[in-house]
């Protein structure tokens, strides 16, 4: 099962990195009009639930549509193979925690 990902927080990377094996961004377009999509592949159902709980566990919405090309071309085409799209509604559940220990740090010297 393969999807188009995208974060309404563009938070793709910060998913690319917490799911490597799962997701990937593919260049599309001529060399001055580089764009890159990304990807995410699940390997079977399970994989797939696993991600959904995972999203909602962190409070996000998973919508799914339908493959919607009318503007993008040909070449983006080719690198999405007509995969339809994964919305992430983000409700920022994602945390620094470097960031966050140093503001409990401050926080509890106060």
Not at 48 to 65: P, S, Y
Not at 87 to 107: F, P, S, T
Request: charged share 35%.
């Amino acid at each position: 099962m393969k999807f188009v990902l995208i974060s309404e927080e563009d938070l793709e990377q910060v998913y690319a990195e917490q799911y490597p094996d799962m997701i990937e961004f593919v260049p599309f377009g001529g060399d001055d009009d580089y764009n890159e999509v990304c990807l995410i592949e699940f390997k079977d159902e399970k994989a797939f639930m696993t991600f959904c709980a995972d999203m909602f566990e962190k409070g996000n919405l998973i919508q799914l549509e339908p493959h919607d090309n009318n503007d993008m071309g040909e070449e983006y085409e080719e690198a999405t193979e007509g995969a339809p799209f994964m919305v992430i509604e983000d409700q920022h559940n994602i945390v620094d925690k470097a960031a966050w220990e140093e503001l409990m740090r401050i926080y509890n010297e106060e």
